[in-house]
């Protein structure tokens, strides 16, 4: 059971900010294919994974990185603060 | 070292008197504020929304960086997250050296770090309706000059 | 914009408030500010001469040439004179901007300028006696980053 | 007849800030050669001009510079503000 979050229009897109899911991923990427197996919502949200970055327990990752261990996935756009 | 998270309003020139207080001892200081700037008059106001948990642990992490990386003596980060409207300052960044060049780069390396390394989204409400802010290309590529 | 040659003490965190409210619709404001530091505590006191006259004449110039050069809504410059004590702000400049990258170069550029080119001479009074502060030849090279 | 100011510890060497001088010169160079002729202190001040800076009413100018129409003309080591 891993926590995925989800920021700015990707959360807009998937409609929840947050949600408990049972993975058998073992990477970020079979986590992705895994999420858009579900709901048409997550084919669009997740159309261009280029597009888009993603952290594992808070730290920033690349979408090929495992999965073992985490707890904390989080989906979001190009960062924009400053 | 001080990081702050915050949805309250601040004043850059209080926060610089209170760093330059703080750090004694030192010949340079720099500080950059980022100020909600409406282009065009029809900006009614900027929204921030930022990964709680995360972004405490990356500014923190960056501010250390930036301290080890130029040697400085003193940084300030002040971010704020929530609804912001237009002349109101974002974020400021202050650090403190030895010498001029420390500083004027320390404030410039965390500045790049905040603009894409920072789990910070904007999205900008206008009469019109509401747009999340483009990430700048040219944002992603000055880290590169860092490495 | 605003050149202030002045003897008396000022604190460059009102200073930057006063900057800040005058320059209204800008994005990014960056500041520096140069501080009396006392490398070996032997530093009694820093001795600022100028040539009144070409001085302001010098400071009012290169403002104008910052403004011109980086397309800046706003620069500060205030330089101290006369006998200064360790910790005090010897000088600062600020410079606003739309965005950040010409608020940065303004303020480094107006710092090379004031480094070698604007008339002031320091002199470091200690315990056992008084020197004039050497020319950097770091300095002098700087100013060719902006030809 | 023009005004010569000096500076920092030129003007130390020299012993006063300012002085009128009636010159002959047609440039800087030559000026420095009038002044190194009168006494040793300004032989001294005036060993190496590389090391000094001119400035001719109040703009900052090159040694080879010439003084036609010049007022005032100063000088000093190389600045140090900032």
Do not use: C
């Amino acid at each position: 059971m891993i926590e995925i979050l989800y920021f700015a229009w990707l959360r807009e897109r998937i409609g929840i900010p947050r949600e408990t899911w049972t993975t058998e991923a073992k990477t970020v990427n079979d986590l992705v294919d895994e999420l858009r197996a579900r709901e048409e919502r997550y084919v669009m949200a997740f159309e261009d994974t280029t597009s888009l970055r993603v952290a594992l327990d808070q730290e920033l990752a690349e979408f090929d990185a495992p999965l073992e261990g985490v707890r904390e996935v989080a989906f979001f756009p190009p960062m924009t603060g400053g | 070292m001080r990081v702050s998270l915050q949805s309250e309003p601040f004043d850059p020139g209080t926060e610089l008197t209170a760093f330059s207080t703080a750090t004694q001892g030192v010949g340079a200081i720099v500080s950059f504020s980022g100020i909600v700037r409406d282009t065009d008059g029809t900006l009614e106001a900027m929204e921030i929304e930022h990964y709680p948990g995360m972004t405490e642990r990356a500014l923190q992490s960056h501010a250390q960086k930036a301290v080890q990386k130029f040697g400085l003596s003193g940084v300030l980060i002040i971010h704020r997250y929530g609804r912001l409207t237009p002349g109101e300052p974002i974020m400021m960044v202050a650090t403190s050296a030895p010498h001029r060049q420390a500083a004027f780069e320390g404030a410039d390396f965390l500045m790049d770090f905040l603009k894409s390394r920072a789990p910070f989204w904007k999205k900008e409400h206008r009469a019109d309706g509401a747009d999340w802010v483009d990430a700048k290309t040219t944002d992603e590529a000055a880290l590169d000059r860092w490495t």
